[in-house]
């Protein structure tokens, strides 16, 4: 995706919109994009389909091609039902290599490239940066973070560096931790992020005492990873139907119904669930659609799957 000028909303819809269309090219049930749910980044408005993919081990299948040749249906899912930002990292085994193999397969999709740097050495990241380049087979990422702030100062000189320089869109910070929290929100609130990336669930609400709300004020993007808190929810409610009620928000599968609790905060722009299966990833980006609960139906969601 380009950088956006004058006209932010009209061409952040318009992504989306191809992305949408993308469904026709890619063989599967088209997705209208005035029907998905989409986020404004808050540093420019653009918008960005509130579902996003993540990388972490499900991505990480070296060379065997059967496993890759998999990942790339995971993808073809994905672009069909309007998704567009894909997440990794170095850190993350083959996983960038796997995303590279996928995306060169399918060709021209409305990506919007998402990684991050991963060394405790600064001067080793733009080296580190280049080579994610060369395995993704992008000439820029849209969104470069600083992967659980490791050796953030030094990367953060660089990334600024590199955004003023049109080398990356936007810069951005993670942290899967929630003892980071704390430090997190003291970077957020002194220096010139558009993105953080951390850990929220209806499991895990750390997030809503701080994080969160200073997001919405600082105006930064917000990623959340583990929507499913590691999978461990899809345990909780193992052989439970969804309640009845679930209908009113148009969830039919828990995934569904985890991810509309994540995405119903308004200080959220993305989730990104992974998942190495096509039937999941369907599962998953049926949550860009139909109605998001309020407030007071979140917290019914949160109470319920505590009683579980």
């Not at 850190?91 to 021209?108: F, K, P, Q, T, W």
């Not at 990506?111 to 992008?138: C, D, N, Y």
């Not at 990367?155 to 810069?171: C, F, I, M, N, W």
């Not at 969160?212 to 930064?220: D, F, G, S, V």
Request: glycine share 10%; charged share 25%.
């Amino acid at each position: 995706m380009e950088p956006r000028g004058g006209e932010l909303d009209r061409r952040g819809l318009l992504a989306a919109a191809a992305g949408a269309g993308m469904a026709v090219l890619l063989g599967r049930k088209q997705v209208a994009a005035s029907d998905m749910l989409l986020r404004p980044i808050p540093a420019t408005g653009e918008l960005l389909p509130a579902i996003g993919m993540g990388s972490w081990i499900t991505f990480n299948v070296g060379e065997d091609e059967e496993r890759r040749d998999r990942r790339v249906e995971v993808l073809r899912a994905f672009f069909a039902a309007g998704g567009t930002l894909i997440d990794s990292s170095p850190m993350y085994g083959s996983s960038e290599a796997v995303i590279g193999y996928g995306l060169e397969r399918l060709g021209d999709v409305p990506l919007f490239a998402a990684t991050k740097v991963w060394t405790p050495i600064a001067m080793l990241g733009p080296g580190q940066m280049e080579h994610s380049r060369s395995v993704w087979g992008i000439e820029r990422f849209d969104l470069v973070q600083i992967h659980n702030m490791l050796a953030w100062e030094g990367h953060l000189e660089t990334l600024l560096a590199d955004k003023q320089a049109g080398r990356v869109r936007y810069v951005g910070m993670t942290t899967s931790h929630g003892r980071r929290h704390d430090d997190l929100a003291a970077v957020m609130a002194a220096r010139p992020l558009d993105f953080v990336q951390f850990s929220y669930s209806v499991a895990d609400r750390e997030a809503e005492r701080r994080l969160l709300p200073l997001a919405a004020e600082r105006l930064l993007a917000v990623i959340v990873n583990r929507p499913f808190d590691g999978g461990d929810l899809f345990r909780v409610v193992e052989g439970k139907p969804l309640p009845n009620w679930a209908a009113e928000i148009d969830c039919v599968n828990w995934a569904q119904f985890f991810l509309k609790f994540v995405v119903a905060h308004p200080a959220v722009t993305c989730a990104i669930p992974a998942t190495s299966r096509v039937d999941h990833m369907e599962q998953n980006m049926g949550a860009l659609t139909g109605r998001l609960p309020d407030p007071d139906l979140r917290e019914r969601m949160a109470r319920h799957v505590l009683s579980l």
